[in-house]
């Protein structure tokens, strides 16, 4: 089992910056993917970034060049820059946690953060 401990939302106005961060801590995988992804009141839940053990990225076009991901290996910690925050930026989000057990992904989530952005 993997537990993830998330840190860092709130309320901003547009324009503004935030920043995320989710430790992972329990059976840690040595090849894995951490992320965020995030959910809007009546929308699905979308990735937002994510980077791999090796310091692959991947962004949502929405938030390229605004926010950045990057990791701690050495604290299993992911942190999520965001910058130019806009009102549709608004949302709970979630970290995530996907490990490598030889056959198959494990996938872990946090428990959400709430970010408002507002206008």
């Known amino acids: 089992q993997v537990q993830l401990v998330e840190s860092g939302g709130g309320s901003v106005q547009a324009g503004g910056s935030l920043r995320l961060s989710c430790t992972a801590s329990g059976s840690i995988f040595s090849i894995n993917a951490m992320g965020w992804y995030r959910q809007a009141p009546g929308k699905q839940r979308e990735l937002v970034a994510a980077?791999?053990?090796?310091?692959?990225?991947n962004y949502a076009a929405s938030v390229k060049g605004r926010f950045t991901i990057s990791r701690d290996n050495t604290k299993n910690t992911v942190y999520l820059q965001m910058n130019s925050l806009k009102p549709e930026d608004t949302a709970v989000y979630y970290c995530n946690y996907k490990g490598w057990g030889g056959t198959s992904w494990y996938d872990y989530w946090g428990q959400g953060t709430q970010v408002t952005v507002s206008s």
């Open positions: 980077i791999t053990s090796g310091g692959s990225t």
